[in-house]
C-alpha cells in the first residue's frame, strides 16, 4: 500500500529545462518514489541529471491521467557519485557562461547567451541563445572547444523558450506557465485579444518574453471564441413608471434615460 505502481509518471525538473517534464519511470526504480529525490533519466539526446517535481496522484474517472513527454524515463536513482558529479558539472557551467559571455561582447556578436548546459557523459558543452537572425559563431566556437577542451554545441532557441529556461513570475503575480506547466507552445493572436474584449494594450498583452501571453488562449475553446452577443435593446420602468431605454453601446444606438 502507498507504494508507485511501475506505470508511474513523474514530473521530473532536468539541468536544461525551465519546467518540470513528464517521465515515465522503469519498473527497476525503487518505490515509493516522492518529490525532491534525485534521479538519471534517459533522453533522446543522453542520460540527463534531475529531480523529482511532483508525483501526480492516481488518476480519476473525472481527470485525465498524466502523460509522459517523449521519450524521457527515469532509469535510476541518482547515486552520491551522480549528485557530485552534477554539482561540478554546475561550476563549469558558470564558467562557460562566464567565459562564453565575455567572447561575445568582445566579438561583438548579435547574440545574447542565455543558458549553459554541460551533458551528464561531461562529452559535451550546450550553449543556449537567442538571436534576430543568423549569427557566424565560428570563431567563437573555437576558442570555447580550445579553452574548455570539449566539444561545443550553439543551439539557437525562441525568446519563449528563453523565457520558459529562465523563469520569473507573470503580472498576475503566479510562475510563468511555461516555467512550471505548459507543455507546448501554441499559437497567440491579437484577435484572441479583441474576441474577448480586452485593451490592446502591448504592455498589459504582452509575457516576459515580449510575446503575446500564452494565456490570450485559455478563454478560446478550441482556440476560437464567438464574439459575445449583442445586448439587445430593453425597456425598463424605473420607480416613476417612466420607461428607459437600455441599448449596447457598440450596436450604434445610444442610451435614452427618459428622465
Keep these: 500500500m502507498g507504494e508507485t505502481p511501475d506505470d508511474t509518471t513523474v514530473r ?24 525532491g529525490v534525485p534521479v538519471v533519466v534517459e533522453t533522446d539526446t543522453g542520460l ?66 542565455t543558458r549553459v548546459e554541460q551533458l551528464y557523459d561531461g562529452s559535451r558543452l550546450v550553449f543556449y541563445f537567442t538571436a534576430e537572425g543568423r549569427v557566424d559563431f565560428r570563431e567563437l566556437v573555437r576558442e570555447l572547444a580550445a579553452e574548455f577542451r570539449s566539444r561545443i554545441e550553439m543551439r539557437q532557441i525562441g525568446v519563449r523558450d528563453e523565457a520558459r529556461m ?23 493572436s491579437i484577435k484572441m485579444a479583441k474576441q474577448q474584449d480586452l485593451s490592446l494594450n502591448p504592455s498589459k498583452l504582452s509575457g516576459l518574453c515580449g510575446r503575446l501571453k500564452c494565456c490570450l488562449r485559455y478563454e478560446l475553446p478550441e482556440g476560437k471564441l464567438p464574439r459575445r452577443a449583442e445586448v439587445r435593446d430593453e425597456a425598463l420602468d424605473d420607480r416613476n413608471g417612466n420607461g428607459i431605454g437600455i441599448a449596447n453601446g457598440k450596436n450604434g444606438h445610444g442610451t435614452d434615460s427618459g428622465l
Excluded at 473525472?62 to 551522480?82: F, K, N, T, W, Y
Excluded at 563549469?92 to 568582445?106: F, H, M, S, T
Excluded at 529562465?166 to 507552445?185: D, H
Aim: charge should be positive; proline fraction near 9%; aromatic fraction near 4%.
Design 166 to 188: 529562465v523563469g520569473g513570475y507573470g503580472s498576475c503575480g503566479r510562475p510563468l506557465c511555461c516555467a512550471s506547466w505548459l507543455q507546448s507552445f501554441e499559437p497567440v
Design 48 to 113: 540527463a541529471f534531475g529531480r523529482i517535481a511532483s508525483i501526480p496522484a492516481v488518476p480519476s474517472a473525472s481527470g485525465p491521467a498524466l502523460r509522459p513527454e517523449g521519450p524521457q524515463r527515469v532509469i535510476r536513482l541518482a547515486s552520491e557519485e551522480d549528485v557530485s558529479v552534477r554539482r561540478r558539472h554546475r561550476q563549469r557551467e558558470q564558467e562557460a557562461y562566464r567565459v562564453a559571455l565575455l567572447k561575445i561582447r568582445e566579438r561583438g556578436l548579435a547574440m545574447k547567451l
Design 12 to 35: 521530473v525538473t532536468l539541468s536544461c529545462c525551465g519546467r518540470p517534464v513528464a517521465c515515465s519511470t522503469s519498473s527497476c526504480v525503487p518505490r515509493p518514489l516522492r518529490a
